[in-house]
Each structure stands twice: as structure tokens, then as C-alpha cells.
């Protein structure tokens, strides 16, 4: 005998703290207008972005990045059949979703996520712990471009058209009567300065009108044919690459974004280079309150664009910020106190000056005496090394750093100079004062009772966020490619993170 089966409804089989609830309840919360803004109307009806952004939000809390995963859940997984009121888009709408729509909301989700941590009681933006870490990009491995290489072919490259230009001069007498043993006037008169692929189309276009007047000329058409043919597409194909590079060493043909960099998950062990991103995190109590993306391997120069975007996006800065000796420069010290942001921030030989070794190094300046009121240095020879002039020192960021030098005068006769300098003159030494400063104001906050605390809870802040999302949710290699698509994973994948946190939290 035939059963009769009613719709189930699916409410009665979603335990009440599950994290599909969280992520319901939190994009819930959200103004529709949010969504709506960036839909301009007209056409077919669409899917609620609301309910797409819930998709792949819990998507991703389940380790499902693939759209078409996500399509698959759908169909076949009670939670995001609840979840979509058993709406079942496409992956291609999904991937369109992700890919378009999100780039434009996904900062304010993440914002409106951040918001309710901080109503809740879970984060209250007093420390911040910050770290970096390297995922791989969506790019072929050995699709590389490297600044070098390209430095050399570009510099090869104007070598030969050089000299073909002047192979065309010394063949055409008529133009060298006229030019004399001058470059060409489409050239200009410096030698020294690099021919662009604009100046060769219009140099290759004067000679083609040279060539219609002597149609005769074989060695100008063979010329010619060489600059269209081979000069010019390498000129402009160097040039495109050096304009992509901008101050980066390398980058991936097939995501130009990423910059080849060594991967700590290398599972070959060989420290192989391969192209991805270096994600800022900054968190408190394991919650992810800030990221950013970035092109550059080094974490120095990430600390204050991540501070930058920041703002940007949330108008918010934190009380005070932990950090490994990565951050230590003097530019992100300055920067951090100019903004009035406390730091616990190493340096790089902050270990280094608790060792024996280094404390019984004679030859580093800091175990020397500074004598305040005459502007000098003692050392452990107790010989003086006086002020001889100032100079400001550059950095490949921008960032001017001025150094004051000091020298000794009597090297000669200490009995100690193998040990201080390797040197045949005089020691030399350059000291910036603002870097000293901001050293020893970071040493005092990190042996106080409060920055040993701090330093402790570093080591298990940001690594074990990185070990959640990278070990067990499995999330090592982006899918979109381009740093604004590769933003919105990211923002995806911290909001996870965080309603997953909560989730626990209520469990």
C-alpha cells in the first residue's frame, strides 16, 4: 500500500545554535538597501543577494569553495536547502555573484559582522595581534616573469635597434647628409635615454615614407620589416611588463597580481617560489577584525597600508598593536606613534640583545657608552668617537631616515681594534637617533607585565586563525585571481571564520 509524503519542513531539523543560524541571523540583520544598491534594475528577475550571500558564507564555513560544490549543496544538503528556502541557482550565477556582486558588498559584510562582534562583547578593539601569512595564487606556477630578466632583454633590445638605426644612417646617404651623425630627429639627441615603442612607430613610419620614394632600397625594407616584424612587439611587450612589475620583482602571466614568493607549506621542502598573495590578519580573542591583501613577500612595508585600509573601509584604528619583529622599522614605529597607537612591536635583534653573545660583542655600538652632553661615543677601548655629520638616508619605500655619523680617531694604537672593525682606517659608525628612540621605548613596553602577557598571547592569537583556515578548513589556494576578486575571498573567508567562532562560543 502506496504512503502519502507531505513537503518536510526543514525548521524542525536545524539544531538552534547550528552555524547555518548564525549565518542566517546575522545577513538577516543587515539593510536590504546594502544589497539593493549595486543592482541597478531592469531585466529578469534575480536570486535575493541576501540569500546568495548567505549561500557562500556558510559554504565556506564548510570547507566548500567550488561553485559548483556550492551548487551541488543546494540540491542535496538539508542546511543550504533551509538556508536558500530551497532555491537552487546555478553555479554559474553563484560564480557571477561572487565574482561581480561582491566585490561591492563584501567589505560592508564583513563591517556589519565586525559590528555585532564588538555589540556582543567578543572583540572590544583594544588589542590588536597582526601577522602575515602567503596563500598560493589561481596562476600556473612556471608562468613567471622576473624584473631582471626583463631589465636585460629591454637593455639588449635597445643595444640592436641602436644599431640597426645606425646600419640605416650609414646606408642612406641622403639622410646622412641631411641628419649628419646625429640619431634620427623622431629619436631626439640623448643617447642615453631608453627608445619607447612610441618613438620607434613613429620612427618606423617615417622610414616606410622614405621607402615609397625609393622603393628600391632593400636595405631600408629589410629594416623596416625587422622593427614591425620583431623591434617594436618586444619594445611594447617589455614595456607592458615593466608598467606590471611597478616596484615588485616579479609576477604570474596568468594572474599578474601575484608575486612569486617561497611558501612555508612547500611540500616538496626545496623552498619553491610560487605566485600568491601576502594576507594581513589582525585579530583579538581569535576573531578576525581586520585583512588586507598584498603583493609584496616581506611583512615591513605591509603594516601601514593594512592600517591604511583600515581606515578606510571602518574608520577605525585599534588602542594598541602586537607584532613580531617582522613590523620593526623605524617607519612603522613613526607611523604607529604619530597615530597614537601603542606599541608591542619587535625588533629584529630584539632576541639577539638578551644573549650572551651579544652583550659581550665589543664591537656593536649599542653595548657603548654614549656620553649625551658632548655628542660622543666610548667605546670599549675608551676611545671617543665624535659627531662628523649628518645625512638622510632613504629607504625603497620613501621613507627618509636621518643618520648621524660619528668617527674615531685613534684606531690605530687601540689594542682592541681586531675585535671592533675589520677595517684598515677608523671605526665609523651611523646611528639614527629616532630609531634608537623608538627602540628603546619598544623594549619597555615588551618587559612590562603587560607586554609579556601579550607576547605570550601572540603566539597562539593570529597562528591559531592561520592553522583554522589553512589546516583544518583547508583554505591554502585562492580561486578567483586579481587582488579585488582575491579580496572577497578573503573577506569571505574571515567572515566564516568569525560566525564559526561565535557559533562555538554558543555551542
Not at 632583454?153 to 639622410?175: G, K, V
Amino acid at each position: 500500500m502506496g504512503q502519502l509524503f507531505l513537503p518536510m519542513d526543514l525548521e524542525d531539523l536545524i539544531p538552534a545554535n547550528h552555524v547555518v543560524r548564525i549565518v542566517n541571523d546575522t545577513v538577516e540583520r543587515m539593510d536590504d538597501e546594502l544589497f539593493f544598491q549595486y543592482y541597478p534594475g531592469g531585466g529578469r528577475s534575480s536570486f535575493h543577494p541576501k540569500m546568495l550571500t548567505k549561500v557562500l558564507v556558510y559554504a565556506y564555513t564548510q570547507r566548500i569553495y567550488s561553485s559548483r560544490q556550492i551548487a551541488k549543496a543546494l540540491r542535496e544538503n538539508i542546511h543550504f536547502m533551509w538556508l536558500s528556502a530551497r532555491q537552487t541557482p546555478d553555479f554559474r550565477t553563484i560564480n557571477r555573484f561572487r565574482s561581480e556582486r561582491m566585490k561591492d558588498i563584501v567589505e560592508q559584510v564583513f563591517a556589519a559582522v565586525l559590528e555585532l562582534l564588538i555589540d556582543e562583547g567578543y572583540v572590544k578593539f583594544e588589542h590588536y595581534f597582526l601577522d602575515g601569512t602567503k596563500i598560493e595564487a589561481n596562476a600556473n606556477r612556471y608562468t613567471f616573469v622576473w624584473k631582471k630578466s626583463t631589465d636585460r632583454f629591454q637593455s639588449r633590445l635597445q643595444a640592436q635597434i641602436r644599431e640597426l638605426l645606425t646600419e640605416i644612417e650609414q646606408a642612406n646617404q641622403q639622410e646622412q647628409r641631411e641628419y649628419g651623425e646625429r640619431d634620427l630627429e623622431e629619436l631626439g639627441k640623448d643617447q642615453d635615454q631608453p627608445i619607447t615603442s612610441e618613438q620607434l612607430d613613429t620612427l618606423v613610419t617615417s622610414l616606410e615614407q622614405q621607402l615609397s620614394e625609393s622603393p628600391k632600397n632593400n636595405p631600408l625594407r629589410k629594416a623596416i620589416r625587422k622593427i614591425r616584424k620583431d623591434y617594436l612587439p618586444r619594445c611594447e611587450k617589455y614595456e607592458m611588463q615593466q608598467a606590471t612589475f611597478q616596484d615588485r620583482n616579479s609576477f604570474s602571466k596568468t594572474d599578474p597580481d601575484a608575486t612569486f614568493m617561497r611558501m612555508k607549506e612547500d611540500h616538496m621542502k626545496n623552498g619553491q617560489l610560487k605566485p600568491g598573495y601576502n594576507v594581513q590578519v589582525g585579530t583579538e580573542n581569535q576573531f578576525i577584525v581586520g585583512f588586507s591583501i598584498h603583493q609584496r613577500p616581506t611583512d615591513t612595508r605591509c603594516l601601514i597600508p593594512h592600517f591604511e585600509q583600515m581606515w578606510e573601509r571602518f574608520g577605525i584604528l585599534p588602542q594598541s598593536v602586537i607584532a613580531d619583529a617582522g613590523y620593526g622599522s623605524e617607519e612603522n614605529y613613526s607611523w604607529l606613534a604619530h597615530e597614537e597607537i601603542e606599541a608591542f612591536v619587535k625588533f629584529n635583534t630584539y632576541y639577539q640583545e638578551q644573549t650572551k653573545r651579544f652583550q659581550n660583542d665589543i664591537s656593536r655600538f649599542e653595548n657603548w657608552i654614549y656620553d649625551a652632553e658632548r655628542d660622543e661615543y666610548i667605546c670599549a677601548g675608551n676611545q671617543r668617537l665624535t659627531f662628523r655629520y649628518e645625512r638622510t638616508v632613504k629607504t625603497e619605500a620613501g621613507y627618509s631616515s636621518k643618520k648621524r655619523y660619528y668617527q674615531c680617531d685613534a684606531c690605530g694604537t687601540c689594542p682592541l681594534k681586531n675585535q671592533c672593525t675589520k677595517s684598515k682606517n677608523n671605526r665609523q659608525i651611523g646611528v639614527s637617533v629616532t630609531l634608537q628612540e623608538h627602540k628603546q621605548r619598544a623594549r619597555a613596553n615588551l618587559t612590562s607585565k603587560r607586554g609579556r602577557k601579550l607576547s605570550v598571547q601572540r603566539m597562539v592569537e593570529v597562528e591559531s586563525v592561520f592553522g583554522q583556515i589553512k589546516g583544518n578548513r583547508g583554505f591554502r589556494r585562492f580561486l578567483l585571481r586579481g587582488i579585488p576578486k582575491v579580496t572577497i575571498e578573503m573577506g569571505l573567508v574571515s567572515v566564516a571564520h568569525n560566525l564559526l567562532k561565535v557559533a562555538a562560543s554558543l555551542a
